[in-house]
């Protein structure tokens, strides 16, 4: 196992519900160190260039609504295996299908407004990193 960083958003719908705590305890609890953090509101530019890649999706325009209707925590987790632990804490896309015990299975409002999100590869996660920290922010 490789000790691994990842990036982290909790989205609006959670901060709206002050839900920053427990989901940073859900973290900590799997083992997921928080080794920077910020509480802040994403511009649409912003949004627009992190899910660039969902450019083409019909909720593209709904989803950067929601990631500017308020506040975001942006975060760097790292630990032993970080992108798939960070993705297994979050659980499913969907929260129907999400595990119990996960981030979105608990709190997730809907397949849109899910509370958090996760890099799904490590490639992607030194590029979100990147997006959003200097490196002499990331303090392990
Ligand atoms: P993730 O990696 O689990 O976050 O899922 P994706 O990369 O596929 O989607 C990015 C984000 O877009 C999700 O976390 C949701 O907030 C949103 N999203 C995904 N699928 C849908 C959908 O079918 N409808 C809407 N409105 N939003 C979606």
Redesign the pocket.
């Known amino acids: 196992m490789a000790l691994e960083r990842t990036f982290s958003i909790i989205?609006p719908d959670a901060t709206r519900r002050n839900l920053t705590g427990k989901i940073n305890a859900m973290l900590e609890d799997a083992g997921l160190r928080i080794i920077a953090q910020r509480r802040i509101q994403l511009t649409r530019a912003m949004a627009e260039g992190f899910?660039a890649?969902?450019a083409e999706?019909?909720?593209f325009g709904?989803?950067c609504d929601?990631m500017t209707s308020g506040p975001v925590v942006i975060q760097v987790l790292e630990g032993e295996d970080a992108v798939a632990k960070n993705?297994e804490v979050?659980g499913?896309?969907?929260p129907e299908d999400a595990a119990i015990g996960t981030i979105r299975k608990t709190f997730a409002e809907?397949?849109?407004?899910?509370s958090a999100?996760?890099s799904?590869s490590a490639e992607n996660a030194a590029i979100e990193i990147s997006y959003f920290f200097a490196d002499v922010e990331l303090v392990g």
């Open positions: 989205k899910y890649v969902h999706r019909p909720f709904d989803l929601f993705r979050m499913a896309t969907n809907s397949i849109e407004a899910n999100h996760g799904d």
